[in-house]
């Protein structure tokens, strides 16, 4: 019987050993590659989540003449701990001397450290307020934008031809005018969509330009043509240069842009707020000259809708919850998404310059 004895004593050791060999292996060579892929993906999605929130949130504060603010995610540590919890049980019974039971439990402990901090600063300050360069535009042109959107969010005026330039900051009073300036836009999105337009970034005389091209098979096309008398511009021409308004003797039409500021207020615009907020005075009230309430959907209708709800709303790409109200993109509007993830572009292409 001794010797029985030992020989289950050797058995259940030899398991034992077997567990803890088994777990500790595991550990290195399966959990690492695990966590990383499954924790890495996690935290990609709640900062893209919580940068859209904090873009729409501020949307929401401009549309209430409230202060926006930006925090910012500088870095993100995560330090898993891997446990192991190994022992054995033995259990007496009837006509057995000793049996031994190993047993091993594992779990891990995930200690994030995540540091962020508001953007602030005379870097960030300028980024905000700085007019969007003509290289900025371009680019975003070459990225595959549609040029309507970009003309209509980043432009305050091309020629004489005005996008509610007032709308760049607080909302103004009085209705914008934006009529011809929107139709100009739409004529280069026709071209776009044709493949007769293109885009290009100069300096010349050590002034940035902007050039609008027509292809040879599209400069007579009826866009073209339509666009030409919109600018003043010759009929049938190529290429149409444009720069600062502030070049004196300057053989280029005026462009001005908005700042990354002046492009959020504007957009702050498709903000709809509760009928109550208007009528106690919380928000500014636009009329038209006639005296008429002016509704913005005629300016923004086509680049971004904002909604609200007392309660929370399903089917939604992105909500907030602000002044007691959820404010909210429909899944399915997809112009109102696209709109938004221009502005996403353009606030990190700008807010770079922080620091």
């Not at 019987?1 to 803890?20: D, E, N, P, R, W």
């Not at 925090?71 to 054995?88: C, G, L, P, R, Y």
């Not at 139709?183 to 940035?208: H, N, W």
Request: net charge neutral; hydrophobic share 40%.
């Amino acid at each position: 019987m001794a010797s029985l004895t030992k020989l289950l004593q050797f058995k259940y050791l030899a398991g034992l050993l077997l567990v803890i060999s088994s777990s500790f292996f595991l550990g290195c060579t399966k959990y690492g590659p695990v966590f990383l892929q499954s924790e890495r993906s996690q935290y990609n999605q709640a900062i893209q989540k919580t940068n859209d929130e904090q873009l729409l949130l501020n949307l929401v504060r401009l549309k209430y003449h409230d202060t926006p603010l930006f925090m910012e995610v500088h870095n993100i540590a995560s330090q898993f701990t891997f446990h192991k919890d190994i022992s054995i049980s033995t259990q007496l019974q009837a006509g057995a001397k000793g049996i031994f039971t190993p047993d091993a439990s594992t779990f891990v402990e995930e200690s994030p450290t995540i540091s962020y901090s508001p953007l602030h600063g005379e870097n960030f300050v300028q980024g905000v307020l700085t007019a969007i360069s003509l290289k900025t535009i371009v680019l975003l042109f070459h990225s595959g934008w549609n040029v309507e959107r970009i003309f209509k969010v980043c432009l305050q005026r091309i020629d004489k031809l005005k996008n509610a330039p007032s709308a760049s900051g607080p909302t103004p009073k009085i209705a914008p005018k934006t009529g011809k300036f929107f139709k100009a836009a739409k004529y280069l999105r026709q071209l776009q969509s044709q493949g007769g337009l293109d885009l290009v970034y100069r300096v010349s005389d050590g002034e940035p330009q902007l050039v609008i091209h027509f292809s040879e098979a599209f400069k007579n096309s009826e866009p073209a043509n339509q666009f030409s008398r919109s600018i003043n511009a010759t009929i049938g021409q190529t290429s149409y240069v444009f720069g600062a308004p502030s070049i004196k003797d300057k053989q280029s039409i005026d462009i001005v842009t908005r700042s990354l500021l002046g492009v959020m207020f504007y957009l702050s615009e498709a903000v709809q707020v509760p009928e109550q907020d208007i009528v106690e005075g919380r928000v500014t009230v636009t009329k038209t000259d006639d005296g008429e309430v002016f509704d913005w959907a005629e300016i923004t209708g086509e680049l971004l809708r904002i909604h609200n709800s007392p309660n929370q709303p399903a089917d939604v790409s992105l909500l907030i919850f602000y002044r007691n109200y959820w404010f909210y993109i429909n899944d399915s509007d997809l112009i109102s998404k696209s709109t938004f993830s221009l502005l996403a572009q353009i606030y990190a292409l700008q807010s770079e310059k922080e620091g």
